[in-house]
């Protein structure tokens, strides 16, 4: 009886997956050990392009016993749970907020435990339901969510379509108390670059603030400091969030901008004042990071980019969008997308398809994401493995 109800109980649901199954489109945990470069999946080992390591720091072993054996020295801890605005801080975390501050040109800046919580913290402070967002289409769905539990009106604009954003601001803007113009640098599901001074020109005109989620730059352009820095940009701009989980090999994220802004968030931003903080240990070893490896010279940098050059140029004969060492070769349906992933992952080549409803329906592609750890000879095996794949 129990059993019967449950399934009537769980009928939409099960429903909903079966049609994702049908459609390509179900998503799994997979069982994966990482390896340097590679990762093992069921015994077989991969060259891993799936990763957004791009500088490959979460691998390097060197990096990381260092940081261990100093860190040990220093009695640090391994945890602190507590939230930061209780006991959940100490000089570790306030020195990376000083530094990261510094770094981008900012008055403050402000720890969260991930991109999400930044920016669903973010939105979901700076806006109520009188005001109105601006948001390119394709920015991340933490961006879209922050602003609903906001209760602001969303406007999105086309991608990168800076004409279509002037249009919809003149006939909305007015109509708004606050509003704010919201977009990515870099793209992660295309792998293309915003202009972030084209964004700065339309918000000093319609007298809005702008906020750019750096997570998928920083730490690569500008010896690290990101796309707003790259583009002379960073005055410009009133926030910029970036994460410590991609670039830096590490984890959680952190917002910059003027000292009112961020006390403002301290006191309002749910996502920071209700979260148990970091991990210690974890911050200590995105501020290490950051001087070790990331801050000390372009070699890591500098390698990313030229790996994204050979890659391009190895696949001439596919579409391959952005331009980016976050590659995606856009396939179209989501069936051939999932062929193509398993054909490559028999070969020894870790490549996930993107598919509906991450991205438009028709557009399902293989995201390719370089790391530093990579080498020419690894991008020409996989050129050579994906121009031979069966049609």
Same mark, same amino acid.
């Not at 049609?19 to 077989?44: A, H, T």
């Not at 920016?119 to 700076?126: A, C, D, F, Q």
């Not at 398993?342 to 293989?366: D, E, M, S």
């Given at each position: 009886?129990? $059993?019967?109800?449950?399934?009537?109980?769980?009928?939409?649901?099960?429903?909903?997956? !079966?049609? #994702?199954?049908?459609?390509?489109?179900?998503?799994?945990?997979?069982?994966?050990?990482?390896?340097?470069?590679?990762?093992?999946?069921?015994?077989?080992?991969?060259?891993?392009?799936?990763?957004?390591?791009?500088?490959?720091? *979460?691998?390097?072993?060197?990096?990381?016993?260092?940081?261990?054996?100093?860190?040990?020295? +220093?009695?640090?801890?391994?945890?602190?749970? *507590?939230?930061?605005?209780?006991?959940?801080?100490?000089?570790?975390?306030?020195?990376? !907020?000083?530094?990261?501050?510094?770094?981008?040109?900012?008055?403050?800046?402000?720890?969260?435990? =991930?991109?999400?919580?930044?920016?669903?913290?973010?939105?979901? $402070?700076?806006?109520?339901?009188?005001?109105?967002?601006?948001?390119?289409? #394709?920015?991340?769905? =933490?961006?879209?969510?922050?602003?609903?539990? =906001?209760?602001? @009106?969303? &406007?999105?604009?086309?991608?990168?379509?800076?004409?279509?954003?002037?249009?919809?601001?003149?006939?909305?803007?007015?109509?708004? @108390? @606050?509003?704010?113009? $919201?977009?990515?640098?870099?793209?992660?599901?295309?792998?293309?670059?915003?202009?972030?001074?084209?964004?700065?020109?339309?918000?000093?005109?319609?007298?809005?603030?702008?906020?750019?989620? !750096?997570?998928?730059?920083?730490?690569?352009?500008?010896?690290?400091?990101?796309?707003?820095?790259?583009?002379?940009?960073?005055?410009?701009?009133?926030?910029?969030?970036?994460?410590?989980?991609?670039?830096?090999?590490?984890?959680?994220?952190?917002?910059?901008?003027?000292?009112?802004? &961020?006390?403002?968030? &301290?006191?309002?931003?749910?996502?920071?004042?209700?979260?148990?903080?970091?991990?210690?240990?974890?911050?200590?070893?995105?501020?290490?990071?950051?001087?070790?490896? &990331?801050?000390?010279?372009?070699?890591?940098?500098?390698? #990313?980019?030229?790996?994204?050059?050979?890659?391009?140029?190895?696949? @001439?004969?596919?579409?391959?969008?952005?331009?980016?060492?976050?590659?995606?070769?856009?396939?179209? !349906?989501?069936?051939?997308?999932?062929?193509?992933?398993?054909?490559?992952?028999?070969?020894?080549?870790?490549?996930?398809?993107?598919?509906?409803? +991450?991205?438009?329906?028709?557009?399902?592609?293989?995201?390719? $994401?370089?790391?530093?750890?990579?080498?020419?000879?690894?991008?020409?095996?996989?050129?050579?493995?994906?121009?031979?794949?069966?049609?």
């Amino acid at each position: 009886m129990e $059993s019967n109800n449950s399934d009537i109980l769980y009928a939409p649901y099960t429903k909903a997956l !079966e049609e #994702l199954k049908v459609n390509f489109s179900f998503r799994e945990v997979k069982d994966i050990q990482q390896d340097g470069k590679f990762i093992k999946l069921n015994n077989k080992r991969l060259l891993n392009f799936s990763s957004n390591d791009y500088l490959g720091i *979460s691998t390097d072993t060197v990096l990381v016993k260092q940081f261990l054996k100093e860190y040990a020295h +220093t009695g640090g801890k391994i945890s602190n749970p *507590s939230a930061r605005l209780l006991c959940g801080t100490n000089s570790i975390y306030l020195e990376l !907020e000083q530094f990261l501050a510094k770094l981008l040109n900012k008055e403050r800046a402000l720890i969260f435990n =991930s991109g999400y919580h930044g920016n669903v913290g973010v939105y979901s $402070s700076l806006l109520d339901g009188d005001d109105i967002v601006f948001v390119d289409r #394709l920015n991340h769905a =933490s961006i879209i969510d922050g602003i609903r539990l =906001s209760k602001a @009106k969303i &406007i999105p604009y086309k991608h990168l379509d800076y004409e279509d954003l002037r249009q919809k601001l003149i006939k909305y803007r007015k109509n708004y @108390k @606050k509003a704010i113009i $919201s977009s990515e640098s870099l793209f992660s599901m295309d792998g293309d670059i915003a202009d972030i001074n084209r964004l700065a020109d339309l918000k000093e005109e319609f007298n809005t603030l702008l906020i750019i989620d !750096e997570a998928h730059s920083f730490g690569v352009y500008a010896d690290g400091a990101g796309i707003c820095k790259e583009q002379n940009a960073i005055s410009r701009v009133d926030l910029i969030l970036a994460t410590f989980g991609k670039a830096v090999g590490s984890y959680g994220a952190f917002v910059a901008g003027s000292g009112i802004l &961020i006390d403002y968030l &301290i006191n309002f931003a749910r996502s920071f004042i209700f979260s148990t903080t970091l991990p210690e240990i974890s911050v200590a070893f995105s501020y290490y990071a950051l001087l070790e490896r &990331i801050l000390k010279d372009n070699v890591l940098q500098n390698k #990313l980019f030229n790996l994204n050059t050979h890659l391009r140029k190895s696949l @001439k004969t596919f579409d391959i969008m952005g331009e980016s060492y976050i590659a995606p070769v856009l396939i179209g !349906e989501n069936c051939r997308a999932v062929e193509l992933s398993n054909f490559l992952i028999q070969n020894g080549f870790y490549v996930l398809p993107v598919r509906y409803p +991450t991205v438009a329906k028709n557009t399902a592609r293989l995201r390719l $994401s370089l790391n530093s750890a990579m080498e020419i000879a690894d991008i020409n095996a996989l050129a050579e493995c994906l121009n031979s794949a069966p049609v």
